[in-house]
């Protein structure tokens, strides 16, 4: 099949790299973000599927605005008969969604219809799933409510951060989204309606969201911090300055109050909610991340300080 496949970041790229290998397919085009600002520098970087796009010698295409008129000719000039997407990151119009004569298909990562969203990753591993997956299905105007093609199911383990978890089903979803492009092709595939039961929605998640509130219970604050890690990254104030902060640990601690730092020879320990965490990695304004101890010895928290909210005034950054 003739194949324009549109996605922009990293986990993506197992699934626009085993389309580039198939023999079956042809990836003709790649439709991905525009290039936007990275690094301290701040300068233009095109996307990770953009780059292996480039590497291979497929066109590009970066609209703006990709319901626009001028997009949609340019779209089907190509001819597509199917549109792989994989966390391509903007909505895609009726005009747009028209153009491949086998419609657009949608590597998703969760169980669907759990986990609709921006961010199902992150929200299966904050709320204490034990089980989730990737789901490949006919996109339509709705936010991932579309039939179902297939299912991979992934443990969770209980040090999986967003990363781990994403990295793996990265790897399973590109198997799944090419066996379903096989079969669309075969003709021998039928996609399957979502049940009406178990929807659940998982929003982007800002860097807002990603302030520990210490007065959680530990169990919470461990699943929060490795549900944005890495990205946007948990952090805490101390000192009224932001501090990054790793995946935490669970441990038996007693007397100690929300964000209640103790110092001790080979761990640093934080009171929550409910007992308290053994800090893994901590990062100071304009520092690189080190062991919680490491930067302990540097930064001498006093007896009974804590990790909170800035005071008056002093806005986090």
Not at 43 to 59: D, F, K, N, T, W
Not at 82 to 91: E, N, Q
Request: aromatic fraction near 4%; proline fraction near 10%; charge should be neutral.
């Amino acid at each position: 099949m003739r194949l324009v496949f549109a996605g922009t970041p990293a986990a993506a790229l197992p699934a626009l790299s085993a389309l580039l290998d198939s023999p079956r397919h042809d990836v003709v085009a790649v439709l991905t973000r525009p290039d936007a600002p990275t690094g301290r520098g701040r300068r233009l970087a095109a996307s990770p599927v953009a780059q292996l796009a480039s590497e291979h010698g497929v066109p590009v295409l970066r609209p703006p605005r990709p319901s626009a008129p001028e997009f949609v000719e340019s779209l089907s000039a190509y001819r597509p008969d199917c549109c792989p997407v994989v966390a391509y990151g903007s909505l895609l119009r009726p005009a747009v969604l028209a153009v491949p004569r086998l419609g657009w298909v949608n590597l998703h990562f969760s169980v669907l219809p759990a986990w609709r969203g921006a961010a199902p990753v992150q929200a299966a591993i904050r709320h204490g799933d034990e089980v989730t997956g990737a789901s490949v299905f006919q996109l339509e105007e709705g936010m991932d409510t579309g039939p179902v093609y297939g299912v991979v199911t992934e443990s969770i383990g209980p040090g999986d951060t967003a990363g781990d978890l994403l990295d793996r089903l990265a790897r399973s979803g590109a198997e799944l989204l090419l066996a379903t492009l096989d079969g669309i092709e075969d003709g021998t595939l039928r996609a399957v309606p979502q049940p009406a039961e178990g929807v659940s929605y998982a929003p982007k998640v800002t860097v807002a969201d990603a302030e520990v509130d210490w007065r959680s219970p530990a169990l919470a604050v461990d699943r929060m911090v490795r549900s944005v890690t890495p990205e946007p990254g948990a952090w805490s104030v101390f000192r009224d300055e932001r501090v990054g902060l790793g995946p935490v640990r669970p441990v038996e601690q007693a007397g100690l109050a929300p964000g209640e730092l103790r110092v001790e020879k080979r761990e640093v320990v934080v009171g929550t909610g409910s007992g308290a965490v053994r800090l893994g990695t901590v990062r100071a304004a304009g520092k690189r991340a080190m062991p919680a101890p490491d930067w302990a010895r540097g930064a001498r928290p006093e007896p009974g300080e804590r990790f909170g909210a800035p005071v008056a005034g002093v806005r986090a950054q």
